[in-house]
């Protein structure tokens, strides 16, 4: 069983940076790929990024690449995701998720009650 609470979410103008933040409970953290969705209102949930339970791999939607992040310290039982150049579409709330990994919400066993990220043009 892992619990998931997410932080670092608040208001930020277009072209900013923010860190999310996923403080993670439970003993086998480790064990699990982790991964960041979004979702905006009136919209689906959307995969952002995903990373590896050793954090050797990661994989990023097209829409996000180069400018997000994902990392994790499984010391602190923390995941993080950088969000750099952040543009208004991108006003979600941000969800981080531990399971098998990949891109497929369903792949995903545990989440967390989401950050909300609101960017301003």
């Known amino acids: 069983q892992v619990q998931l609470v997410e932080s670092g979410g608040g208001l930020v103008q277009a072209g900013g940076s923010l860190r999310l933040s996923c403080a993670a409970s439970g003993r086998t953290f480790s064990s699990y790929a982790m991964g960041w969705f979004r979702q905006a209102p009136g919209k689906e949930r959307e995969f952002v990024a995903t990373?590896?339970?050793?954090?050797?791999?990661?994989y990023y939607a097209d829409s996000v690449k180069g400018r997000f992040t994902i990392s994790r310290d499984n010391a602190k039982n923390t995941l993080y995701l950088q969000m750099n150049s952040l543009n208004p579409e991108e006003t979600a709330v941000y969800y981080c998720a531990a399971g098998a990994g990949g891109s497929g919400s369903g792949r995903y066993n545990y989440w967390g009650q989401g950050t909300q990220v609101t960017v301003s043009s």
């Open positions: 990373i590896s339970w050793i954090g050797g791999t990661t």
